[in-house]
């Protein structure tokens, strides 16, 4: 697995871009849809264990997405680092389930 440069924030006072370490499928209308190795770009952090988001990897789709599915370290192309980007099993999915983050008008 290669691992892409680290890509630079499009959006003045984002909080960073970090690289997605566990994929998540969306549930509701305001999720995103990341997988491993994807960059995103976090615009708001929720106390929930929520973020909302850009994804620079899969055409700049904006959303929410479970904290825990980023990694906050630099990765490395190093072995031992790469095997860090695994996907979340299905009882985990289970647990991240949410009502929403956002207000929809």
């Given at each position: 697995?290669?691992?892409?440069?680290?890509l630079q924030p499009t959006q003045a006072g984002s909080i960073g871009v970090f690289y997605v370490t566990a994929t998540y499928?969306?549930?509701l209308s305001d999720e995103i849809?990341?997988?491993v190795g994807d960059q995103v770009e976090v615009l708001v952090e929720y106390d929930d264990g929520w973020c909302q988001g850009i994804n620079l990897?899969?055409?700049g789709q904006k959303g929410v997405f479970?904290?825990?599915?980023?990694d906050y370290y630099t990765p490395t192309t190093e072995p031992q680092q790469q095997a860090l980007f695994t996907e979340i099993n299905s009882n985990e999915a289970d647990r991240v389930k949410?009502?929403?983050s956002m207000y929809v008008a």
């Amino acid at each position: 697995m290669t691992i892409a440069p680290k890509l630079q924030p499009t959006q003045a006072g984002s909080i960073g871009v970090f690289y997605v370490t566990a994929t998540y499928t969306p549930t509701l209308s305001d999720e995103i849809d990341i997988q491993v190795g994807d960059q995103v770009e976090v615009l708001v952090e929720y106390d929930d264990g929520w973020c909302q988001g850009i994804n620079l990897s899969r055409g700049g789709q904006k959303g929410v997405f479970p904290k825990h599915c980023l990694d906050y370290y630099t990765p490395t192309t190093e072995p031992q680092q790469q095997a860090l980007f695994t996907e979340i099993n299905s009882n985990e999915a289970d647990r991240v389930k949410r009502v929403s983050s956002m207000y929809v008008a």
